[in-house]
């Protein structure tokens, strides 16, 4: 699993940094399928929490946040430079407002995601997180996401949250730039779309649905 080291939303000096229930939700699917979840970064390290995201913790959330050895694993994160892809079946891209600045345009993002793809892993991310695919490129040269059909944050829920004027883009028309097969469900409600090995989740009531769908193409 990626998180965003992005810590400010842009250069308003508002905090933001990764969804704390779309870290939890997907981790706890995936680990009870029996799935080894390492977490990293893009910087390492310490990883930010949106704080937004620590007004309504669930239950799954205080669980993370009150296991010491879970705790360890967000303020020690791997640096994704430093990820060997041969590693992992998977790479999963946790949202939050932050991953809209720094996974675009990461080369760590970029080789990571290609590397696992066509090793014939899967590649996933919910909410904002899918802001990860819209630069990759495959070794022919190909959008990754061109012709897929791929969900995500959309305009509707980017305007609803008001953010529509702080993100650098909208995912959803980024998406579809890319000639991605963009499609939504109506706001908040939960969406997984699985285009072979491509799963993608559109808002953080899909984390859940979007860690199970790895687990079981990883079954």
């Not at 090793?119 to 899918?130: R, W």
């Not at 959008?143 to 529509?164: C, D, M, P, W």
Request: glycine fraction near 10%; charged fraction near 25%; aromatic fraction near 6%.
């Amino acid at each position: 699993m990626v998180l965003t080291s992005q810590d400010q939303l842009g250069d308003t000096g508002k905090p933001t940094g990764y969804w704390l229930g779309e870290l939890t939700h997907p981790y706890f699917a995936m680990r009870e399928a029996g799935l080894q979840v390492e977490i990293a970064s893009i910087k390492g390290g310490k990883a930010p929490i949106d704080p937004g995201s620590l007004e309504n913790r669930d239950e799954l959330d205080q669980r993370f946040l009150h296991d010491d050895a879970m705790k360890k694993e967000i303020d020690r994160t791997l640096k994704l430079d430093e990820v060997n892809a041969k590693d992992y079946q998977a790479v999963f891209f946790t949202g939050g407002h932050g991953a809209m600045w720094d996974f675009p345009d990461s080369p760590a993002v970029d080789r990571v995601t290609r590397e696992v793809y066509e090793q014939g892993g899967v590649v996933a991310a919910v909410c904002h997180g899918p802001a990860a695919l819209v630069n990759v490129k495959l070794s022919n040269g190909e959008h990754l996401v061109q012709g897929r059909r791929i969900t995500g944050f959309s305009n509707e829920e980017e305007k609803a949250v008001g953010k529509t004027e702080a993100v650098p883009f909208l995912l959803e028309d980024k998406m579809k730039k890319r000639g991605a097969i963009f499609r939504a469900a109506d706001a908040w409600k939960e969406h997984v779309m699985v285009d072979q090995r491509i799963v993608t989740g559109q808002n953080p009531q899909s984390a859940k649905a979007t860690g199970e769908a790895v687990a079981t193409l990883l079954k």
